[in-house]
């Protein structure tokens, strides 16, 4: 995959997510649901922690935190993906999701302090965890890397087959 493709997929990402928060934050009331299917509302919520809200009620010293990970995180992850070759389509399709989400989070990070979560899943009574388009991106970007992980053939072992051929 090109540099190019790669980085327009996390910038897809970023502004994608970033004016979907941006509508959900203007648009609803906090914790107001707006019902789409019956398992699915956009809500508005606030995460001043991190995944699954972990770390919300810190006191605030978790935004620095949050945003100093999520810089470090995204400038190894920038680094990485510059450094991978063509052939790495997977692996650097799961890196720029990844990147994506993790910019994303990291400007509401430091813009607000908290992350604007507005996508609520839900069965009967039981609610997963509110999230956005940048945790949505992270997830199947790690989803992409754990297969690859445990399913994919070593690129050591690849490239010394083809070598051979």
Request: contains cysteine; proline residues 2%; glycine residues 6%.
């Amino acid at each position: 995959m090109p540099h190019i493709l790669r980085y327009a997929i996390v910038l897809v990402i970023v502004v994608s997510d970033q004016i979907t928060k941006i509508w959900a934050d203007t648009t609803l009331d906090m914790y107001e649901q707006i019902p789409i299917t019956s398992f699915f509302n956009i809500t508005k919520a606030y995460n001043y922690g991190a995944a699954f809200s972990f770390l919300d009620d810190a006191g605030g010293w978790q935004r620095w935190l949050f945003t100093g990970i999520s810089l470090v995180v995204s400038i190894v992850l920038s680094v990485w993906l510059y450094r991978m070759t063509r052939h790495e389509r997977w692996l650097s399709l799961s890196i720029s999701l990844i990147l994506g989400g993790a910019i994303g989070n990291l400007i509401d990070r430091v813009w607000y302090g908290y992350v604007v979560d507005f996508i609520q899943v839900y069965w009967n009574t039981s609610y997963f965890p509110s999230f956005n388009i940048a945790d949505a991106a992270i997830s199947c970007g790690t989803v992409v890397l754990l297969v690859l992980t445990l399913f994919e053939k070593n690129d050591v072992d690849k490239n010394a087959t083809e070598s051979q051929d």
